[in-house]
């Protein structure tokens, strides 16, 4: 052998003494071992004291429309046909007919009518040596009054008030001769009885006559609206929840007259698969000023996650995932199956294992918003006690090697991005909606996170949509026609 040879062997044995010693095989065993099972009880949680969210108080001007022609029509019946004597303290001396010669014109505008009426009639003494003969007489009667609103429980009703009530005689009449001891168009008042006139036109519109049924207006805002969602195979449902209905003035002509209101409202919306009536309320209405500008119109909207989506989400996330157990010589685990429910508010989250660690792992957290609510996370994930107490049961300190492998996995993998739902919501709010004979328009120009919490049937997230929002509804006069002779003293 020469040095050279030599030089090679004495150079290649080390490295061939190291080889052989990797290349050891620890015997196995008959049975491998395997670690106990995690027989821990599931944790349980007081409940959380925190309520859940409300909806704030938003403002939505509505503008209620409905036809007065029903008033108009009893204002112009209120007109009497005719006036004559009878009965009257000046019968004996004087005999007088008025026949209205048309149909009365009744105007409403603003909350405001204006009557007039044309008659034609004539006027005579009973003997005596001033007799004397009128005829014929063109005479108007004219009046003007308020159309109120008046608050009867649920319901809005009317009457009227009648502010002036005037005569007058037109230049073609008959003025031959003076009966009176004053000019004859100043007696016209006298003989046409303008205080009994007036109560009669006052008497042709009361609360207990005409109204509108506002409990209907109510209903319609509370709702729901109801708004399909193809491509998310479920709806948007719109509550507004009222609290309180306040009127203004009316404005508009007689056959479009608007009451200005405004409606307190504390509005939530949400994806159903579908839109349930919510429990009937009884309409709290009131009276007083309107804001001339609309405020800031917000609804909070509810964007649930099923713990049975959320644990699908989970399972295809992590089914196979295997993670070393480090410092255990080698040992691994796998993932088989984890499940997500509800823990008192918070999540619970259940992680069974295969290979080297065999049984369920329980982890628990708190939901929380991030990215202006769009998106969830548990950032106080972690292990439950017993969960730790059952794995140190193998080896002290095994806990922490288990939740090294699992607890970030969890933390990624329960993320919840809810982005498409809130644009989506978003996209199907903006708009006009119907309920009932209501109309609401809706525009949403942003969002604000609410908050995060855990139901028995589902994570919600909850975030505030802002934007603008008004509405109209048209409500139908209602009432009792008053007849001809249901009002007193209006002919003779």
């Not at 099972?37 to 409905?66: D, G, M, N, W, Y």
């Not at 006027?123 to 308020?146: M, V």
């Not at 040992?331 to 088989?336: D, M, R």
């Amino acid at each position: 052998m020469t040095y050279a040879s030599r030089f090679i062997i004495t150079a290649l044995l080390p490295m061939y003494l190291i080889g052989s010693a990797c290349s050891h095989t620890i015997p196995q065993a008959s049975t491998k071992p395997v670690p106990p099972p995690i027989s821990s009880a599931v944790p349980t949680f007081a409940a959380l004291t925190k309520e859940q969210p409300k909806a704030p108080v938003s403002q939505l001007p509505l503008q209620i429309k409905a036809d007065l022609t029903p008033i108009q029509a009893a204002l112009r019946d209120a007109i009497p046909e005719r006036f004559t004597e009878s009965g009257h303290q000046l019968e004996k001396d004087f005999r007088w007919t008025f026949v209205r010669t048309g149909s009365p014109e009744v105007r409403i505008q603003d909350g405001m009518a204006a009557i007039h009426a044309e008659y034609k009639g004539d006027i005579e003494t009973r003997g005596g040596a001033q007799a004397c003969r009128l005829d014929p007489i063109y005479a108007t009667l004219d009046a003007t009054g308020k159309v109120v609103l008046i608050q009867r429980n649920e319901s809005l009703a009317f009457g009227f008030e009648p502010t002036h009530v005037t005569t007058g005689l037109k230049p073609e009449s008959d003025a031959r001769c003076n009966m009176f001891n004053v000019p004859v168009k100043d007696q016209l008042a006298e003989l046409f009885s303008l205080s009994e006139a007036k109560a009669a036109l006052a008497r042709a519109v009361q609360p207990e006559t005409f109204g509108l049924p506002l409990q209907r207006v109510w209903d319609d805002l509370q709702g729901p609206l109801v708004m399909p969602v193809s491509n998310f195979n479920t709806k948007a449902c719109y509550y507004g929840h009222p609290r309180e209905l306040t009127l203004g003035p009316q404005k508009g002509t007689l056959q479009e007259t608007t009451i200005v209101a405004v409606a307190k409202e504390m509005p939530v919306v949400g994806f159903e698969q579908s839109c349930e009536e919510p429990a009937p309320t009884i309409a709290l209405i009131n009276t007083g000023t309107i804001p001339a500008e609309p405020k800031p119109f917000s609804m909070l909207a509810r964007i649930p996650v099923s713990y049975a989506s959320l644990s699908q989400q989970l399972q295809s996330k992590l089914f196979h995932q295997s993670f070393p157990l480090e410092g255990a010589e080698g040992e691994t685990a796998v993932i088989e199956q984890v499940t997500a429910s509800d823990a008192n508010g918070r999540i619970l989250m259940a992680v069974e294992t295969s290979g080297d660690l065999k049984g369920t792992t329980y982890y628990w957290g708190t939901p929380r918003l991030e990215d202006n609510g769009k998106s969830l996370s548990i950032p106080d994930l972690q292990m439950a006690n017993e969960s730790r107490t059952a794995i140190d049961s193998i080896r002290i300190g095994y806990w922490q090697t288990v939740d090294r492998g699992l607890k970030n996995r969890l933390r990624q993998a329960v993320a919840t991005d809810f982005s498409s739902q809130i644009n989506r919501l978003k996209q199907v709010m903006t708009g006009k909606h119907t309920s009932g004979n209501t109309t609401m328009d809706v525009l949403i120009t942003g969002q604000q996170p609410d908050q995060a919490y855990s139901t028995p049937q589902a994570l919600v997230a909850t975030v505030l949509m802002q934007g603008t929002a008004s509405a109209a509804s048209k409500v139908a006069v209602e009432g009792t026609t008053v007849t001809r002779n249901q009002l007193k003293g209006e002919v003779r």
